[in-house]
């Protein structure tokens, strides 16, 4: 109980003596250390526990002591727990900017931290990737610093976290039947996988903070950037090649890109020039004879296969891939 307080073993074992008895003259106190396993004076022990509140000196002579009585203790506890409660928190404060101070790289001042060789990258590559709060966003394109993407060991336990991986695969993948086996990998662990021409390597957390190559061809050079004007340009970027992307799927345990010129099914072709021509839920449930928990289902449905995360992105997809033409109709 009083070790918050900061007491001693001596003292603790001096203040319950004190206990025991009413009041103690200041030369019986003296004789208090006989036959205990510590050594030394008492009286500066005494003081210590005067100093604590948790021993008197009564009024008269000869002096005389006693000890404040535990349940009177309440306060004193109380305002010793405060003041190591603020001693933690500052020393937690201390040991924080020290830690900060630490991890700060030499160039964090330009916000754009330059890294050489492979072992540095990997390693980038991987705390990028830990740093994200809840998307990574990836340019996957050759040529790789140890193997592909399929290696990275980091990737799948931050999916099983509920971490997003949004990737765009370069389309000269296409031609290697390894690259087609790593899409697939991607697609088998929880990837949204998209098939772009891809403007640069980049991988970008939402921390913010961004990995990419010092030049293309490059791979024992790389930028690690920090500067949240550079990563929210680089996240424009991101989002630009991924809304022009072709989704990828899996048949047959294959990845196929959903290819313009896909047909749309039935359904889909009855909903697409209504939605085109900006009618609601209800309006289309009405002219379709179904509930609009119904259209809404279909909507959603639609959206999945073409890989769109808004109608406004289903209805670019339909025209690029040529379901409809820009004046709503189908083709």
Same mark, same amino acid.
């Given at each position: 109980?009083?070790?918050?307080?900061?007491?001693?073993?001596?003292?603790?074992?001096?203040?319950?003596?004190?206990?025991?008895?009413?009041?103690? +003259?200041?030369?019986?106190?003296?004789?208090?250390?006989?036959?205990?396993?510590?050594?030394?004076?008492?009286?500066?022990?005494?003081?210590?526990?005067?100093?604590?509140?948790?021993?008197?000196?009564?009024?008269?002579?000869?002096? &005389?002591?006693?000890?404040?009585?535990?349940?009177? !203790?309440?306060?004193?506890?109380?305002?010793?727990?405060?003041?190591?409660?603020?001693?933690?928190?500052? @020393? @937690?404060?201390?040991?924080?900017?020290?830690?900060?101070?630490?991890?700060?790289? #030499?160039?964090?001042?330009?916000?754009?931290?330059?890294?050489?060789?492979?072992?540095?990258?990997?390693?980038?590559?991987? $705390?990028?990737?830990?740093?994200? &709060?809840?998307?990574?966003?990836?340019?996957?394109? #050759?040529?790789?610093?140890?193997?592909?993407?399929?290696?990275? #060991?980091?990737?799948?336990?931050?999916?099983?976290?509920?971490?997003?991986?949004?990737?765009?695969? $370069?389309? &000269?993948?296409?031609? *290697?039947? $390894?690259?087609?086996? *790593?899409?697939?990998?991607?697609?088998?662990?929880?990837?949204?996988? @998209?098939?772009?021409?891809?403007?640069?390597?980049?991988?970008?957390?939402?921390?913010?903070?961004? !990995?990419?190559?010092?030049?293309?061809?490059? /791979?024992?050079?790389?930028?690690?950037?920090?500067?949240?004007?550079?990563?929210?340009?680089?996240?424009?970027?991101?989002?630009?090649?991924? *809304?022009?992307?072709? +989704?990828?799927? /899996?048949?047959?345990?294959?990845?196929?890109?959903?290819?313009?010129?896909?047909? +749309?099914? #039935?359904?889909?072709?009855?909903?697409?020039?209504?939605?085109?021509?900006?009618?609601?839920?209800?309006?289309?449930?009405?002219?379709?004879?179904?509930?609009?928990?119904?259209?809404? @289902?279909?909507?959603?449905?639609?959206?999945?296969?073409?890989?769109?995360?808004?109608?406004?992105?289903?209805?670019?997809?339909?025209?690029?891939?040529?379901?409809?033409?820009?004046?709503? $109709? !189908?083709?």
């Amino acid at each position: 109980m009083l070790r918050i307080l900061g007491v001693t073993a001596a003292e603790q074992a001096l203040y319950e003596w004190l206990l025991e008895r009413p009041a103690v +003259p200041l030369d019986a106190i003296d004789g208090f250390a006989a036959g205990r396993p510590w050594r030394g004076p008492v009286r500066p022990l005494l003081a210590r526990l005067e100093e604590l509140g948790l021993a008197l000196r009564l009024p008269g002579a000869p002096a &005389r002591f006693q000890a404040v009585a535990p349940d009177e !203790l309440a306060d004193t506890l109380a305002l010793a727990g405060e003041r190591a409660l603020t001693r933690a928190r500052a @020393r @937690r404060a201390r040991l924080a900017a020290v830690f900060r101070a630490n991890r700060r790289s #030499p160039d964090e001042g330009n916000l754009v931290e330059i890294l050489h060789g492979k072992q540095a990258i990997k390693q980038a590559f991987a $705390d990028v990737q830990l740093s994200a &709060r809840k998307e990574v966003r990836v340019f996957d394109a #050759p040529p790789y610093v140890d193997g592909p993407p399929l290696t990275d #060991p980091v990737e799948p336990g931050l999916l099983r976290r509920g971490i997003r991986y949004r990737v765009i695969y $370069d389309r &000269r993948g296409l031609d *290697d039947p $390894d690259r087609l086996a *790593d899409f697939a990998h991607g697609l088998s662990v929880g990837e949204e996988t @998209r098939v772009s021409t891809v403007p640069i390597k980049l991988v970008l957390s939402d921390h913010p903070l961004a !990995l990419l190559p010092v030049r293309t061809e490059n /791979v024992e050079s790389a930028m690690l950037v920090r500067d949240p004007a550079l990563t929210e340009a680089l996240g424009t970027l991101f989002e630009l090649a991924w *809304d022009q992307g072709v +989704p990828l799927r /899996v048949r047959d345990g294959h990845p196929q890109l959903v290819e313009v010129g896909d047909a +749309p099914s #039935p359904a889909e072709g009855e909903l697409l020039p209504l939605l085109a021509a900006g009618l609601t839920d209800a309006a289309i449930a009405a002219q379709q004879g179904c509930t609009e928990r119904t259209v809404r @289902r279909r909507i959603s449905a639609m959206l999945r296969r073409l890989g769109a995360a808004s109608r406004f992105q289903a209805g670019y997809q339909a025209i690029r891939r040529e379901w409809i033409t820009t004046s709503g $109709d !189908l083709t």
